[in-house]
């Protein structure tokens, strides 16, 4: 081969590198842009991480009430507070955002939520995959409903269960519930309070978790607010009464929250928990608002509705339960260049689905998923991380 020739293809090769990595900086450059409301968080949460510009139109645009929701907008306010240098517009009608993200800075925040009709569960399902890449360690107080809802887990259930999932990446966080607060109309003053910590990590851990163990312990809180303690003690009773069948160690604490240490709104609620001999937890958690019906709120009923959906969430033999299924997807997306296995129970809920399209659009990152038919419809989740990093931890 000549010198002439030689230098034409090296020149040649470095043209076609050159225009690949122009390509590639034009594609991550692009706005992406969805129609209608759906996954509305998650896609504001994943444009922040892959600090890609969206643009959603046609949010509620045929309703009788068009536009984002207070609960939404909250939402933004929120990511703006935690992030520095983002650009949010909202139209006339609020059915056309544009979110251009800035950068995750943490800090000491705090987040008034007590006038949304969700609770602080909801936002925090949301925040949990951010607040380890963020610049400095993160301290979230958000004021709202502490309980749970047919749509969002309550903050027992993000302390106890969510944050133990999360853990698996190495990611170290901790949730304090100062004040409670039931759900209900209106505004209560003083709100509930919920205090999240996140130390700040440079990569997540891959993790291969597809043995559920057996269940050796159940534990679990029934909580009240502005009603009798004894109602709490009733729940316990209820669960115990089904739990002792199947299991001999089960403990459930009551928390019974005084006038101080309350907002101005009455309920009570129960979260339990399993844990298995490989240290997996399964928790649901349900309150009285939403899980009774109007004619029969009973804590007898309440301890032991949640003692059988306890036991049908065990029977689905997954390493995590189904509320979770999209936070350990998202975190497993997020890891390192390594595989990540996850054993999830079966099937995969709609959230679930909807963030592993969302995952495939933002991290152009796809999932090998096969079902188990000989292990309970279990779903095995396979993937390569997307090799996340957070540039503002320096590495050590």
Not at 157 to 169: C, G, T
């Amino acid at each position: 081969m000549s010198k002439r020739q030689s230098n034409g293809d090296d020149k040649a090769a470095k043209k076609k590198k050159v225009r690949f990595d122009t390509v590639a900086k034009k594609k991550k450059d692009e706005t992406i842009r969805f129609t209608g409301a759906k996954s509305l968080r998650a896609r504001l949460m994943l444009a922040t991480l892959a600090k890609r510009r969206i643009v959603i139109s046609g949010i509620r645009e045929h309703t009788e009430v068009p536009g984002v929701t207070n609960d939404e907008a909250c939402f933004v306010r929120l990511l703006d507070k935690l992030s520095s240098g983002s650009k949010i517009e909202i139209n006339e009608t609020g059915s056309v955002l544009t979110y251009e993200p800035g950068y995750l800075v943490g800090g000491r925040v705090e987040h008034d939520c007590s006038r949304c009709q969700r609770g602080v569960g909801w936002f925090l399902e949301c925040v949990l995959p951010m607040a380890p890449f963020c610049a400095t360690a993160i301290e979230l107080t958000l004021l709202g409903v502490t309980s749970g809802g047919k749509t969002w887990r309550s903050a027992d259930a993000i302390k106890h269960v969510s944050l133990h999932a999360i853990r698996d990446f190495s990611v170290e966080c901790d949730l304090q519930i100062a004040r409670r607060q039931a759900s209900g109309p209106g505004i209560k003053e003083p709100p509930g309070k919920v205090v999240l910590t996140c130390e700040p990590k440079r990569q997540l851990e891959p993790i291969d978790l597809e043995d559920e163990g057996l269940v050796k312990n159940v534990r679990g809180v029934a909580y009240c607010a502005r009603v009798a303690p004894a109602l709490a003690n009733r729940v316990v009773a209820a669960a115990r009464g089904h739990l002792n069948k199947l299991v001999s160690d089960v403990r459930i604490t009551t928390d019974a929250a005084t006038r101080r240490n309350s907002a101005d709104a009455s309920g009570f609620g129960v979260l339990l928990v399993a844990e298995s001999t490989t240290g997996r937890k399964i928790g649901v958690d349900l309150d009285a608002s939403w899980a009774l019906p109007e004619g029969d709120k009973s804590p007898e009923r309440l301890g032991e509705l949640a003692a059988l959906s306890l036991a049908a969430e065990i029977a689905k033999a997954g390493a995590f339960d189904t509320n979770n299924q999209a936070l350990v997807l998202t975190m497993m997306a997020l890891g390192p260049d390594f595989v990540s296995i996850a054993r999830l129970p079966g099937p995969l809920s709609q959230p679930a689905v909807d963030r592993l399209r969302l995952l495939d659009t933002f991290f152009s990152l796809r999932f090998k998923i096969d079902q188990q038919k000989d292990h309970h419809d279990t779903v095995r989740c396979v993937c390569l991380g997307a090799s996340y990093a957070n540039v503002a931890k320096p590495a050590t």
